[in-house]
């Protein structure tokens, strides 16, 4: 049994408040707000549309494109405005991340932008980030076989739990009178209906067991959030 007590008193399987809504950015093509407690993000599509300079256009299929960004005080240290190294990665990933599950043959020589920005930053940005923009890729009515679902797990202390906080990718533990870090965050994606992972990280140290493990309580969460993207996407039909 483990003995690693959540700050915030949360089990060990339970996300903390998820919010999401379709609909937010009303000049884009498909929009959507996705959040874990604080961690909070918007999608913005653009397209399919033509893609311009002419060089750049795929006769077979079309390019997708991610920008991830942060909003300078979304996090307690201003942020440099502008692209980094981290969101250059960012970015990279979660156009990985929903690559699969669109059907991008179905617009040659085309182009989608998808724009994510995180509002306010508490860890788990870049799962929220797939999150909203799985839902505005599908409010904007690009062909998808299924929704994206992500969530980030966490081994902390001896527990592996779901939708770590920035306090919980922080926690250390004292070992020979020395503060060493306790944490290792492992963010992923989960297509739930074709039951495969489109993105998978590790930043720390696992055993195979504990990657297991975190995989299997990875699978389960995106499940119950998959209903949640779902009702969203069912809400903005109705109004
Ligand atoms: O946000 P995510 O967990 O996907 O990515 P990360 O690179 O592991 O960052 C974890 C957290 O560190 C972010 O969610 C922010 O809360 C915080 N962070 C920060 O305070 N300042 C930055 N420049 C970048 C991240």
């Known amino acids: 049994m483990a003995t690693y007590k959540r700050p915030d008193g949360r089990e ?22 996705f959040s874990f407690g604080s961690s909070r993000a918007i999608a913005a599509v653009y397209g399919p549309r033509q893609l311009h300079p002419q060089h750049l256009q795929n006769p077979e299929k079309c390019l997708l494109r991610c920008y991830y960004d942060m909003l300078p005080f ?28 669109l059907k991008l043959e179905a617009f040659p020589n085309a182009v989608i932008d998808v724009y994510i920005l995180i509002i306010e930053a508490d860890a788990s940005t870049r799962c929220a980030g797939i999150n909203a923009a ?11 076989t299924e929704l994206v679902s992500a969530v980030s797990i966490g081994k902390i202390g001896d527990a592996i739990v779901a939708d770590i906080t920035k306090e919980e990718e922080d926690y250390k533990i004292k070992k020979d009178g020395k503060e060493i870090k306790a944490a290792t965050d492992i963010p992923m994606a989960i297509l739930s209906r074709a039951n495969k992972l489109s993105l998978l990280q ?24 998959v209903e949640i993207q779902k009702q969203a996407l069912k809400k903005v039909k109705e109004e």
Do not use: Q
């Not at 060990?12 to 707000?33: F, H, L, N």
């Not at 799985?134 to 998808?144: D, E, K, N, Q, Y």
């Not at 590790?202 to 959030?225: H, S």
């Open 202 to 225: 590790l930043d720390g140290k696992v055993t195979l067991d504990e990657l297991k493990e975190a995989i299997a309580l990875g699978k389960k969460t995106c499940k119950k959030i």
């Open 74 to 101: 979304s996090v307690a240290e201003r942020k440099r405005p502008g692209p980094s190294r981290r969101s250059t990665e960012i970015s990279y990933v979660t156009t990985s991340a929903l690559s699969p599950v």
């Open 12 to 33: 060990y399987d339970e996300t903390r408040k998820i919010e999401a809504k379709v609909g937010v950015v009303k000049r884009a093509d498909g929009s959507a707000m």
């Open 134 to 144: 799985s839902l505005a890729l599908a409010h904007a009515g690009v062909p998808m």
